[in-house]
């Protein structure tokens, strides 16, 4: 929250009607960064439903960014199914110091903090309550020492529920990215995604289609496995546009599965980047 300039002086018991109290909406409710973080622009990721592909998403974004040169971060706020340490092959725990708790790097220099790095066994379940696992959010952005960073990625719970809130609410995000699947009720969870974000004064920045098109390996034909996409159409309802479609491709599911995410080929990425 801003500090009042009436501090000390005010003899009023609330800040209603007062002038000095400038702060609006969902912006009074961030919390303050660790003293030893300096992150210029919060980027969201975020999905109406799960599976559909938002931590590949999240991952390549900052594999693109990292590419072109920015320090990049990634948050992993999808507590309760944490996947951002295997995309990236990190097994260690990560360790705190005096100032806070450090991230973990990737091999080419990426930092993330996921609950799957503080856990004693990865396949440890977290049977949380959402309070719970909302404080544990805000925390990796007021515990963690996350030092310099351009850019960094929030791979967001899937849906519009607690945490998500949590994110939009405690976070400085600069925007966010909607990963959908043209199986999912598109028109429909894109809007909730959207409305959403505009009840949350930040900006969405695009759409990436996600397991868009399959192709074949022996012909090179291109497949749409999923019928024909209206991501186009709900975009442009929304004034937005699509950044990229990706394809379904058995190769990016292993890089994942083997932690090897920093070895994406670069034609997945360039659109990706080039649009933030
Ligand atoms: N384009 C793709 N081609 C092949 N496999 C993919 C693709 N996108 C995602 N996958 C695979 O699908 C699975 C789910 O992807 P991912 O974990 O990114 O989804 P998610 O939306 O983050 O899921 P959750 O909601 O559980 O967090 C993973 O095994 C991932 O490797």
Same mark, same amino acid.
């Given at each position: 929250?801003?500090?009042?300039? %009436?501090?000390?002086?005010?003899?009023?018991? &609330?800040?209603?009607?007062? &002038?000095?109290?400038?702060?609006?909406?969902?912006?009074?409710?961030?919390?303050?960064?660790?003293?030893?973080?300096?992150?210029?622009?919060?980027?969201?990721?975020?999905?109406?439903?799960?599976?559909?592909?938002?931590?590949?998403?999240?991952?390549?974004?900052?594999?693109?960014?990292?590419?072109?040169? *920015?320090? @990049?971060? =990634?948050?992993? $706020?999808? =507590? @309760?199914?944490?996947? !951002?340490?295997?995309?990236?092959?990190?097994?260690?725990?990560?360790? /705190?110091?005096?100032?806070?708790?450090?991230?973990?790097?990737?091999?080419?220099?990426?930092?993330?903090?996921?609950?799957?790095?503080?856990?004693?066994?990865? @396949?440890?379940?977290?049977?949380?309550?959402?309070?719970?696992?909302?404080?544990?959010?805000?925390?990796?952005?007021?515990?963690?020492?996350?030092?310099?960073?351009? *850019?960094?990625?929030?791979?967001?719970?899937?849906?519009?529920?607690?945490?998500?809130? @949590?994110?939009?609410?405690?976070?400085?995000?600069?925007?966010?990215?909607?990963?959908? &699947?043209?199986?999912?009720?598109?028109?429909?969870?894109?809007?909730?995604?959207?409305?959403? +974000?505009?009840?949350?004064?930040?900006?969405?920045?695009? =759409?990436?289609?996600?397991?868009? *098109?399959?192709?074949?390996?022996?012909?090179?034909?291109?497949?749409?496995?999923?019928?024909? %996409?209206?991501?186009?159409?709900? +975009? $442009?309802?929304?004034? !937005? &546009?699509? =950044?990229? *479609?990706?394809?379904?491709?058995?190769?990016? /599911?292993?890089?994942?599965?083997?932690?090897?995410?920093?070895? /994406?080929?670069?034609?997945?990425?360039?659109?990706?980047?080039?649009?933030?």
């Amino acid at each position: 929250m801003s500090e009042c300039s %009436s501090k000390g002086t005010c003899g009023k018991s &609330s800040c209603e009607g007062c &002038s000095q109290n400038t702060a609006k909406g969902p912006q009074s409710m961030q919390v303050k960064e660790n003293a030893h973080s300096r992150v210029k622009k919060v980027i969201g990721v975020v999905s109406g439903k799960g599976g559909v592909g938002k931590s590949m998403v999240t991952s390549l974004l900052a594999v693109a960014m990292n590419r072109k040169g *920015y320090k @990049t971060a =990634i948050m992993d $706020a999808d =507590i @309760t199914g944490p996947s !951002i340490p295997t995309a990236f092959g990190l097994n260690d725990h990560a360790v /705190a110091n005096d100032d806070g708790l450090l991230p973990e790097v990737t091999k080419n220099g990426i930092k993330v903090m996921s609950l799957n790095l503080l856990l004693e066994d990865q @396949t440890d379940p977290v049977v949380w309550r959402g309070p719970i696992i909302s404080g544990t959010v805000s925390q990796f952005w007021t515990e963690v020492c996350w030092g310099d960073v351009d *850019y960094m990625f929030v791979d967001m719970p899937p849906g519009t529920g607690d945490v998500a809130l @949590t994110v939009f609410q405690s976070l400085p995000l600069a925007g966010i990215v909607i990963v959908t &699947s043209p199986q999912e009720l598109v028109s429909m969870i894109v809007t909730k995604a959207v409305k959403m +974000a505009e009840m949350m004064n930040v900006p969405v920045l695009g =759409i990436v289609e996600n397991m868009s *098109y399959f192709v074949c390996p022996d012909c090179g034909k291109k497949h749409f496995l999923f019928g024909t %996409s209206h991501i186009e159409k709900v +975009a $442009a309802e929304h004034g !937005i &546009s699509v =950044i990229d *479609y990706l394809p379904l491709d058995p190769k990016m /599911a292993a890089l994942c599965d083997e932690g090897k995410m920093e070895e /994406a080929p670069e034609g997945l990425l360039e659109k990706m980047s080039s649009s933030l």
